[in-house]
C-alpha cells in the first residue's frame, strides 16, 4: 500500500494521520520505506556548536557517528537521523503538536529530504512542467526569479506542472528523471495580479495567493528532464542562451543546497547533476514582461 | 627534498563536457576548472603527488611537451593551495 513509503509511528493517532496524509498529499512516493518516529513532550534546547546548514526555520548539526540532528527553530521540535538507515526520530514539544501544519513545510520536509537522500533521490529547487509536446523541463532559480509566476503562466497555457519549487531526482534505468513536490503554487501579490485569469486563496501565514493546478497524470509521477532552464528576471527582452559545461554544473550545484551537507552523499547527489547537464539541453532565461504576452518565447528560444 | 600535493579530503570533483566543478564540502564553495585542472586533480585522486608527476600526467593525457605542462601545473596548483583545495608536504 502506498502509505507504507511513509511509515509514521506515535502514540498520538491524530498526528500520525496528519503526517502521514501531509506526505501522501504533497511528496513523490519513495522507492523504500521512510520511517518517522514522532514522541511529542520537553524537547531539549541548545547546542554546543553552530549549525551546518540552514534552511526556513530549521537548523542543521552534526551528530555522533555521523547522523544528522535538525532542530525546528525555537525549541519546537528536533530530528535525529541515522547516518544510513532512512528512518528519524522526532521529538516535537506541545507546542509544536499545535501547529502541525506549519510544520509540515519546513521541519518534516526538511526531515524527509534527508531521508530521500539515503534512498537515492536527491533534491534540486527547481519547478517541473511537461510542454505541450510532452517534453520534460525543469525550471531552477531563486526565490524572486520568476520561477513560481512562470510555471502559473506555463501551466495555463497548455503546459503540465509537476510542481513550482523542488524535485527529487533519481535514475531510472540510464535516464535521470525528477519526482515533483506537489505543494501548491503560491504566488506573491504582483505575480497574481500579473495573471489575472487564475483564481486562488491567499494564505495569510505565507503572505501569497495558493494555487492547486492539475499536476502531472497520476501513472506518471515523474518528468524526465529534456530541458534545464537557471532562471532570472533581466532586461526588457526575454533572452535565451544555451549553457553547458562547467556553467551548467555550477548552476546545477548552486540549486542543490543539500549536496554538500553529507559527505557519504555528496559523490551520488553530484554524479546525478552531472548526468542531468549531460541528459537535458541547458539554457539561461532572462525573462522579461514580454512572456507574459507570448508564453511561447521559451519553447521558440530553444529549438 | 620533494614537495608533494594532497587532495583535501572535503572535495569533490565532477565533471562535464571536459569541464569541472569542484565543491569544497566544509565551507560550500565550489570552483570551475578547465580540463588541465581536471588532470591534475583526477591525478592527485591516487594519492599525494609532486609537481613533476603531475606535470607527467598532463603530458601523457594531452601529449603536450613538459616545458607547456610545467607552468599549467604551477599556476593551477598555486589557486588550488589558495583556496584550501590541497595541501603541501616536504618530504
Redesign the interface.
Known amino acids: 500500500m502506498t502509505h507504507h513509503r511513509f511509515l509514521v509511528e506515535s502514540d498520538d493517532t491524530e498526528l500520525c494521520v496528519f503526517v502521514r496524509q501531509w506526505f501522501l498529499d504533497n511528496l513523490p512516493l519513495p522507492p523504500d520505506s521512510l520511517t518517522f518516529r514522532i514522541s511529542v513532550g520537553d524537547v531539549s534546547a541548545g547546542f554546543d556548536s553552530p549549525p551546518i546548514f540552514q534552511q526556513p526555520a530549521t537548523s542543521f548539526y552534526r551528530g555522533p557517528d555521523e547522523s544528522m540532528i535538525i532542530e525546528w527553530e525555537g525549541g519546537l521540535g528536533t530530528a535525529v537521523l541515522d547516518a544510513a538507515a532512512p528512518d528519524a526520530e522526532i521529538r516535537l514539544s506541545t507546542r509544536a503538536r499545535e501547529h502541525l501544519a506549519a510544520a509540515a513545510p519546513t521541519f518534516f520536509l526538511a526531515v524527509a529530504t534527508l531521508l530521500y537522500r539515503r534512498v537515492g533521490w536527491h533534491h534540486l529547487h527547481a519547478a517541473s512542467l511537461v510542454d505541450p509536446q510532452g517534453r520534460g523541463w525543469l525550471l531552477a532559480g531563486n526565490s524572486g526569479s520568476g520561477k513560481s509566476t512562470t510555471s502559473a503562466l506555463l501551466a495555463s497555457h497548455g503546459w503540465t506542472l509537476g510542481g513550482d519549487d523542488g524535485v527529487f531526482l533519481s535514475r531510472e534505468g540510464t535516464s535521470v528523471v525528477a519526482h515533483p513536490i506537489r505543494k501548491k503554487l503560491a504566488l506573491r501579490k504582483d505575480s497574481v495580479e500579473m495573471l489575472a485569469a487564475l483564481d486562488g486563496d491567499f494564505n495569510p501565514a505565507r503572505g501569497k495567493t495558493e494555487f492547486v493546478i492539475a499536476h502531472l497524470p497520476d501513472s506518471q509521477g515523474f518528468v524526465k528532464p529534456r530541458f534545464v532552464a537557471f532562471l532570472s528576471i533581466d532586461g526588457k527582452q526575454t533572452r535565451i542562451d544555451a549553457v553547458g559545461g562547467a556553467k551548467t554544473l555550477a548552476q546545477l550545484v548552486s540549486w542543490s543546497a543539500w549536496v554538500a551537507l553529507e559527505p557519504r552523499y555528496a559523490d551520488e547527489h553530484l554524479q546525478l547533476l552531472a548526468d542531468l547537464g549531460r541528459q537535458a539541453d541547458c539554457y539561461t532565461i532572462g525573462l522579461a514582461k514580454d512572456v507574459l504576452e507570448d508564453p511561447d518565447v521559451i519553447l521558440n528560444g530553444v529549438e | 627534498m620533494t614537495t608533494r600535493y594532497t587532495k583535501h579530503a ?1 572535495i ?1 570533483l ?8 569542484v ?3 566544509g565551507s ?1 564553495r ?1 570552483f ?2 578547465s580540463e588541465t585542472g581536471l588532470a591534475v586533480l583526477r591525478a592527485l585522486e591516487g594519492g599525494p603527488r609532486s609537481s613533476d608527476e603531475l606535470v607527467e600526467a598532463l603530458v601523457d593525457e594531452y601529449e603536450i611537451s613538459k616545458d607547456l605542462a610545467r607552468p599549467s601545473v604551477r599556476g593551477f596548483v598555486e589557486k588550488c593551495l589558495e583556496a584550501k583545495l590541497l595541501s603541501r608536504t616536504d618530504d
Open positions: 572535503d569533490r565532477t565533471e562535464l563536457e571536459g569541464e569541472g566543478i565543491l569544497h564540502l560550500r565550489y570551475s576548472v
